[in-house]
């Protein structure tokens, strides 16, 4: 079964600095993707940055990079020169190479504050 | 990006009532799902449909759930008749095919209120 971990409830930093969120998973899979999702006060879902497994490569896409550590299950997200408009709830995302299991199981969030 | 546009954002009915949430997905899209969100908690799995079929559905995907998408039309989700419980935050989302590595994509979501 699927399992996706976020430990930290809320975190707050300051503009422009770099914050790092956590996220570890469960899988007995080999080869999953790994996905990081924002959403804003609105209630919109965006789509932010993916992880396949079998790529040593950490991803990076605009200011958002990830950390993954495969041994640990670890996907951890990097903010770079946070801006106040950053601020909002992500949410670590997995899904399994699992055909007829299509579902992508969400962690619980870490709602992000960005301070002036 | 895509949008995905969920219809209403917020609906209020009676306990036993049916509702039905409308969902106008990413236009060449193929596959659909939703998800739930009771406040402050993580999105949860509901259903995904392709082709005219539910592919899987969740043990949160009560008998009293259903979906469909006639004639590329709205991706709705039915429930009837509704309980209390299943108050919560209601979102839709499409993907190009079901591939995977596809990315999914959100509508704002319903916020369903069942008294």
């Known amino acids: 079964a699927q399992k996706v971990t976020q430990t930290q409830t809320s975190i707050s930093v300051m503009e422009k600095t770099t914050v790092t969120m956590d996220c570890v998973y469960e899988?007995?899979?080999?080869?999953?993707?790994l996905f990081w999702y924002k959403q804003t006060a609105s209630g919109e879902i965006v789509f932010l940055i993916r992880?396949?497994?079998?790529?040593?490569e950490n991803a990076t896409v605009g200011h958002y990079s990830l950390n993954f550590q495969k041994p640990k299950s670890s996907i951890g997200l990097i903010i770079t020169a946070t801006q106040i408009e950053d601020s909002a709830v992500y949410f670590c995302?997995?899904?399994?190479?699992?055909?007829?299991?299509?579902?992508?199981?969400f962690g619980a969030g870490t709602k992000l504050t960005i301070k002036p | 990006g895509p949008k995905v546009l969920q219809i209403p954002s917020h609906q209020i009915i009676d306990m036993g009532q049916m509702v039905t949430l409308n969902c106008d997905p990413v236009?060449?899209?193929?596959?659909f799902y939703w998800y739930k969100q009771i406040l402050g908690q993580q999105m949860e799995f509901l259903v995904n449909?392709?082709?005219?079929?539910?592919?899987?559905k969740s043990k949160l995907f009560k008998d009293q759930f259903s979906v469909e998408r006639p004639d590329g039309s709205y991706f709705t989700l039915k429930i009837q008749p509704t309980a209390l419980e299943d108050s919560a935050v209601y979102f839709c989302?499409?993907?190009?095919?079901?591939?995977?590595?596809?990315?999914?994509?959100f509508g704002s979501g319903t916020r369903l209120t069942v008294l």
């Open positions: 989302a499409s993907s190009l095919d079901g591939g995977i590595a596809e990315t999914l994509y």
């Open positions: 899988t007995q899979d080999s080869s999953y993707f």
């Open positions: 992880q396949d497994s079998y790529k040593k």
């Open positions: 995302a997995m899904r399994e190479i699992n055909y007829g299991n299509e579902k992508i199981t």
């Open positions: 236009s060449n899209h193929l596959y």
């Open positions: 449909f392709y082709n005219g079929k539910v592919m899987e």
